[in-house]
C-alpha cells in the first residue's frame, strides 16, 4: 500500500494563531514546541510542521479524526530532516495499519507545504 497527502498552509495565518498558547498546546506536542524554541522560533517552521500534520492526515486516509494534532509531533534529524515522532492514538492507527512515513516540508516567504508518504513497513521501495 501507498498513500500521498499533501497540505498548502499560508504562513502568515499560523503566525497569528501562534500568539494563542491554546493553539500552541493543541497542536503542537512538548517536543515540538521545545525543538521550535531551540530552532529560533520561525513562523514558517510551524506552519511547515501544521501543513505536515495535514498531510499525514490525508496519506493514513482517515482525516483528522481518531487522533489529536499534538500526537503528530514534526521533529528534525542532525541533519535537518523532517520526520514524524507518533504518540498515543496517531501512533495506534499507523500501527495498526503497519504504515511508516516519508516527510518532506518546504516553505516559501507566504507559503508552507508539506508532502507526505504512507508505506508499509518492511515496503523495500517507499
Not at 29 to 45: D, L, P
Not at 52 to 78: Q, S
Not at 97 to 108: D, K, M, N
Request: with cysteine; glycine share 8%.
Amino acid at each position: 500500500m501507498l498513500r500521498n497527502g499533501i497540505d498548502l498552509v499560508e504562513i502568515e495565518r499560523i503566525r497569528r494563531s501562534a500568539q494563542s498558547p491554546v493553539f500552541l498546546e493543541r497542536v503542537f506536542g512538548a517536543r515540538e514546541r521545545a525543538e521550535w524554541i531551540q530552532r529560533g522560533e520561525k513562523a514558517e517552521h510551524l506552519a511547515g510542521a501544521f501543513a505536515a500534520k495535514e498531510a499525514f492526515a490525508k496519506a493514513l486516509g482517515i482525516g483528522i479524526r481518531g487522533f489529536a494534532l499534538c500526537e503528530v509531533e514534526v521533529l528534525h534529524d542532525p541533519l535537518g530532516a523532517p520526520y514524524f515522532a507518533l504518540s498515543g492514538k496517531a501512533a495506534a492507527l499507523a500501527e495498526s495499519r503497519a504504515l511508516a512515513f516519508s516527510l518532506s516540508i518546504t516553505h516559501t516567504r507566504t507559503l508552507a507545504a508539506a508532502m507526505v508518504t504512507a508505506y508499509e513497513k518492511g515496503d523495500a521501495n517507499p
